[in-house]
Structures are given as C-alpha cells and as structure tokens.
C-alpha cells in the first residue's frame, strides 16, 4: 500500500512535473530555441498518447 503511494508519487514527479518544469523554462527564456521547444512538444505528445493508450487498455483488460 505504501510503496504503491511511493511508486506513484515518483511517476508524477519524475514523468510528469519535472518535464513540465523543463517545458516552462525552456518557454520562458528570452532566446526561444526551436529545436528545444520541439523536444519538449514531442515528449508531451508522447506522454499524452501513452497516456490515452494506457486508460482504453485497462478498460479492455477489464472486461476479460
């Protein structure tokens, strides 16, 4: 119980606020770099369709 509490607060930092903090930074910046921008929008697009992915999989899965 603990260790899953544990498990998912290291996902959400790790996968979650530490890129959007590196996506804000890299925004924020007076000298906007593209080819960092489009790093960080590819991670979000990633993230976003795992993400999806991930939830319609459980809602299969748990039908069987």
Known sequence: MLGDFI???IILLVGYA???YG???SVE???LEIHELR???QYWIL???L???ERIGDIIVSWY
């Open 29 to 31: 910046k007076k000298k």
């Open 18 to 20: 530490y890129p959007a």
């Open 47 to 49: 993230v976003a369709l």
């Open 51 to 53: 993400t999806v992915f």
């Open 39 to 41: 790093y960080w929008c």
């Open 23 to 25: 996506c804000y930074k």
């Open 7 to 9: 498990t998912r607060i």
